[in-house]
């Protein structure tokens, strides 16, 4: 970094740059383990350094961007939604990321004024953000007695959560400029709330996909438009990544669920109160806890399978 023409090359020279800063705050973070002095703390500490040893993905490492997306089910499926979504905000919070919303579409008004949520979409910074929240990419079900029903009858709601890797630009991913149709709108808040005056808002279709992504956070429709090009090399990503599953499936001729939409844990708050993660067995009937982010006990998994 310290040669006359480092930065001739800004590309490369901020992806360096950033990967030092990466090993510098690693190094900072064992510098603090040695001097702590609360062994449960140490202990905490010291499972997610293991942890870490084995996200060692290509994007493990890196940003996430985060998505949940309400189910069929109207009202209740809209709450489960928010409800996610203050879920994961807590975890990560515990976890010591940042969280920014990026889109977030709302449906009708409940009970005491609880505002539902159609789609949401979180930018979550910090160091192995991906590699910790990207196996809570699947099916949410809730079962419960609905606020939302006159005769407080039980209710299930789903919720689709989906976690992407964020990717700047992907080196084998090619956009071209004459594939897109952007288009930009007013940002606005619950029930059509805070609407801007300018038309800040991004929303970027890609022709040869369908696929659609949308960036509202920033002020300016240049950043919006940056962000939102972000989400969709993400998810141009994810979805060549699918299609590599798909033939690596067939070629070992065997038959792999491999789509997003399979479900992955329920939370029953009634007649009785239990969390189970369908693919690790782990239960608790600390529904409280985990809907406040305690989430890591799901995650053990990726130690005991190395």
């Known amino acids: 970094m310290q040669k006359p023409d480092f930065w001739k090359e800004k590309d490369k020279a901020i992806k360096t740059a950033q990967e030092l800063s990466e090993l510098q705050e690693e190094i900072t973070e064992f510098e603090k383990l040695k001097k702590e002095d609360n062994p449960e703390k140490l202990i905490r500490k010291i499972k997610e350094k293991e942890l870490q040893v084995f996200l060692s993905g290509k994007y493990d490492k890196g ?5 949940v997306i309400a189910g069929a089910g109207g009202q209740d499926a809209q709450d489960w939604a928010t409800m996610l979504l203050r879920m994961y905000q807590r975890y990560c919070e515990n976890k010591g990321f940042k969280t920014k919303i990026l889109h977030q579409s709302f449906g009708e008004s409940g009970p005491e004024g609880r505002v539902g949520t159609k789609t949401v979409t979180l930018e979550v910074k910090g160091s192995y953000a991906y590699g910790f929240l990207k196996n809570e990419t699947g099916v949410h079900r809730l079962v419960r007695i609905s606020p939302f029903s006159a005769q407080s009858l039980r209710h299930t709601s789903f919720s689709m959560v989906e976690v992407l890797p ?22 606005s808040g619950p ?8 038309e800040t808002a991004v929303r970027i279709t890609h022709l040869p996909s369908k696929i659609t992504v949308s960036c509202q956070a920033e002020r300016l429709q240049g950043q919006n438009k940056d962000t939102a090009m972000k989400l969709l090399y993400a998810k141009l990503y994810q979805m060549k990544e699918k299609e590599k599953e798909k033939e690596l499936a067939k070629i070992k001729g065997k038959t792999v669920l491999i789509e997003w939409g399979s479900q992955i844990r329920s939370y029953v708050l009634h007649p009785y109160k239990l969390v189970k993660d369908l693919r690790t067995g782990v239960e608790t009937s ?21």
Not at 166 to 187: G, V, Y
Not at 287 to 292: H, P, R
């Open 63 to 67: 940003n996430a961007v985060f998505s």
């Open 166 to 187: 964020e990717i700047s630009q992907a080196e084998d991913i090619e956009i071209k400029p004459e594939d897109l149709r952007i288009e930009t709108f007013r940002a």
């Open 191 to 198: 029930g059509g709330q805070y609407v801007n005056r300018r």
């Open 286 to 306: 600390d529904v409280e806890g985990v809907l406040n982010g305690d989430l890591d006990q799901f995650h053990d998994f990726l130690s005991k399978d190395k």
